[in-house]
């Protein structure tokens, strides 16, 4: 159930996708993402805001969650009033975080939370001028342009490609059957290979790999299965031995990133055109068949995933955050909190800023595709937050305020949108 702080949060990104692009816009995220954190931190501890539930909670606990509210009100108010006019789409969300803010304000003293405000403050300009005398950022983008290239894009598009992607990611989604669901996985990632007449040889090696990993998982599976079959409806009650769980889930992770066109793989695959599909693979078959296993990994998996999502915001890289924390909500392996419901928000939105490209004079009904598009990744990347909380709590917070420092601080997006081809031909 939505409650007062995300109805804030959700004001307040309203508000930010609003905004005019540029300095000003790119500084809201500094707010917004102490609100989302403050936000994920009480879903994963209370749930509520009321007095009552606040009461019990750590003296150390409440304080830094008021001062993450402290900085995301006052920090939309100062941008507010340097965006002029325009900053008046602010003011409603501002109002509703003050709201929301009430309780956690009046039970945590007000010394206390001032004090966690400006020590995360201090420690956010302190990163945000290491990195601007370092130039780490540029260093770090430039290195891994040269030797890995920049997120790969199907820029010439043909009709077979198109149809083993859309046939394939349909069958990983909905097909009843295991063999169906990593068949339609191995031909989304084969449909990145043909769907650009450009590509060379090496785009082949990901969907030879990811075949392999997924037929070798099949027949394991079919083994264990014997006459019982592979229904998806009862693939949680195959007899999978707690070592067969940890392998089985290590290769379908390693498939599933392979596909997912991230980091450091990101100039070898297309990330939101086949990331449904690698998401799909770990929601109904790793979870389901070897949620032990996916447990024993997380560890490893979640620090992946942060370092992505660091990589995807360096770039600025709009579809490659919303893989980054899609994948981060799957592998954090918490079932009750719906991974499937962040990735439904995360990965259209990303496919969409990714179909939509190049924002520089766009007007009328694009523009508002992509305003919707960013409302749903943004509300995605709070859900993702909540999760990742959930598991691991230091990386998912890293990768957090990774995201926020590499969006938000200053210099322009050091990736430039491919070119695209408007009418794929068969």
Request: contains cysteine.
């Amino acid at each position: 159930m939505i409650q007062t702080p995300e109805v804030a949060f959700l004001v307040l990104l309203v508000g930010a996708i609003s905004l005019s692009r540029g300095p000003l816009h790119r500084q809201l995220v500094f707010p917004l993402g102490a609100l989302a954190l403050a936000i994920a931190g009480v879903r994963g501890g209370p749930g509520t805001l009321s007095p009552e539930t606040l009461a019990t909670l750590p003296a150390g606990f409440r304080a830094v969650t008021a001062g993450l509210l402290l900085i995301g009100i006052f920090g939309a108010g100062l941008v507010a009033i340097r965006a002029g006019r325009l900053g008046l789409w602010l003011v409603p969300g501002a109002s509703a975080a003050i709201w929301a803010a009430r309780p956690l304000v009046v039970a945590a003293p007000l010394g206390p939370s001032l004090l966690a405000a400006l020590v995360i403050v201090m420690v956010g300009m302190l990163a945000l001028a290491i990195g601007r005398l370092s130039r780490i950022r540029s260093l770090v983008v430039e290195a891994d342009r040269r030797w890995l290239g920049s997120p790969g894009h199907a820029t010439n598009p043909t009709g077979v490609g198109i149809v083993l992607l859309v046939g394939g990611t349909l069958c990983t989604v909905l097909a009843p059957h295991l063999s169906l669901v990593l068949a339609g996985a191995a031909a989304a990632s084969w449909s990145v290979g043909v769907t650009d007449r450009q590509a060379g040889m090496s785009r082949l090696f990901v969907p030879t790999l990811v075949t392999a990993l997924l037929g070798i998982t099949y027949v394991f599976l079919a083994t264990v299965a014997g006459s019982e079959g592979l229904s998806m409806a009862g693939l949680d009650a195959l007899p999978i031995s707690p070592a067969a769980e940890i392998l089985v889930a290590a290769a379908l992770l390693a498939a599933s990133w392979l596909m997912c066109g991230l980091w450091p793989l990101h100039g070898l695959t297309s990330a939101p055109l086949v990331a449904p599909a690698s998401i799909a693979v770990l929601a109904r078959v790793g979870l389901v068949a070897a949620p032990a296993g996916m447990e024993h990994w997380r560890p490893l998996a979640v620090p992946l995933a942060m370092l992505a999502l660091w990589h995807a915001a360096a770039l600025r890289w709009g579809p490659g955050l919303a893989a980054g924390a899609a994948w981060l909500a799957i592998v954090s392996v918490v079932p009750e909190m719906g991974s499937g419901v962040v990735a439904a928000w995360l990965l259209p939105a990303g496919l969409a800023l990714e179909l939509l490209g190049d924002e520089r004079g766009e007007t009328g009904p694009r523009q508002w595709v992509r305003w919707v598009a960013l409302l749903a990744m943004g509300w995605g990347g709070l859900l993702a937050l909540d999760a990742g909380l959930h598991g691991e709590v230091v990386y998912t917070v890293l990768a957090g305020m990774g995201v926020v420092l590499g969006i938000g601080g200053s210099g322009q997006a050091m990736t430039a949108s491919a070119p695209r081809t408007p009418a794929p031909s068969a």
